[in-house]
């Protein structure tokens, strides 16, 4: 049982939180181009090369990795309230004595001041190889519980990663982590042939994208290429916002999403999804990182009950791409 409530320290610029937001996985090179002056980091925010002011086309690609390892299991329950939680949890152990209690987010600080404690807890149960073993038990559960099924890693993928650019004037090799850092947060890199699959036309779709702020390239769980953006907070509900909700609406429906949107991503703070809890910034400490990662799903029910603050629609907010 795992009871013990964390603090972070948030890694921020300017004072505003930046989150790690998930952009892609499961390609085996990524071609790049920095519109502006770069360095490339290590995942220990080394410089292995500084100053980089280049229109070249940038290649970054897997040298050698060994793919991770996760298993899944069954969330029972989840809540804020830790009596709720314990309640609960003495009906679960009657059905599986293996059942436990983790403790996810935890006293979130900003420049060493305290802005919110998001502590939640869960009843967690089982250990399988896939989710479909998984979700074979869930009757044995229900209708006490709705159960969902869960993933962790349980040993990271790893490996070797170099980069050069169109010349191979520059180049650089890292182990696990490279990262992408711009001197300044607004300037734009464009990232090539992004490979992505499409399900109802059943083939690999390939696009062109291009984000602002730090681009981290690490392994995904299969040992292939994946990126995290790091953005500032404001930056990201920028984005969001007008490209989840479109344009033509009134300027309050705009500012009530922004509030519900900016509360629900602090509120979901390291409530990530427990299969990415390897990523972590450069020093160590962990960034604001959504839940689930990519995309983040916010319900957002009509009124009800005099009084009840919601609104009517449905919204997932990812970090879209500049258009």
């Known amino acids: 049982m795992d009871n013990s409530m964390s603090k972070y320290q948030l890694k921020h610029l300017n004072g505003e939180p930046i989150f790690r937001i998930g952009l892609f996985t499961g390609q085996e090179y990524i071609d790049f181009r920095v519109m502006g002056k770069f360095s490339l980091q290590d995942g220990n925010g080394n410089e292995v090369a500084k100053k980089i002011s280049s229109d070249l086309k940038w290649r970054v690609k897997i040298k050698e990795s060994k793919a991770g390892k996760e298993h899944y299991f069954l969330v029972l329950y989840e809540s804020f309230d830790k009596k709720s939680v314990d309640d609960k949890f003495k009906i679960a152990k009657k059905i599986d004595p293996s059942a436990e209690i983790r403790t996810l987010g935890g006293e979130n600080y900003l420049l060493n001041r305290k802005i919110s404690d998001n502590t939640k807890y869960i009843i967690s149960v089982g250990d399988f190889p896939s989710e479909m073993a998984a979700r074979k038990t869930f009757k044995r559960f229900q209708p006490t519980f709705i159960p969902y099924v869960e993933k962790e890693i349980i040993r990271a993928p790893q490996g070797q990663l170099e980069a050069f650019d169109a010349e191979y004037e520059k180049s650089a090799e890292v182990v696990d ?137 449905t919204a997932i907010f990812s970090i879209p791409p500049f258009t």
């Open 177 to 313: 982590v490279l990262r992408i850092v711009p001197e300044d947060v607004a300037t734009k890199t464009k990232i090539y042939s992004v490979r992505s699959f499409n399900p109802i036309l059943q083939r690999d779709h390939f696009d062109d994208l291009v984000y602002n702020g730090t681009i981290e390239f690490r392994f995904d769980i299969q040992g292939n290429l994946m990126a995290v953006s790091e953005v500032p907070l404001e930056t990201y509900l920028k984005r969001v916002l007008f490209s989840e909700a479109g344009t033509g609406l009134p300027l309050e429906y705009y500012k009530s999403l922004a509030i519900v949107a900016r509360s629900e991503a602090m509120a979901r703070m390291h409530h990530h999804e427990m299969g990415s809890r390897s990523i972590m910034t450069a020093s160590g400490a962990p960034c604001a990182i959504l839940e689930r990662t990519f995309p983040m799903r916010i319900s957002i029910r009509p009124w009800s009950k005099p009084g009840e603050k919601c609104f009517t629609t």
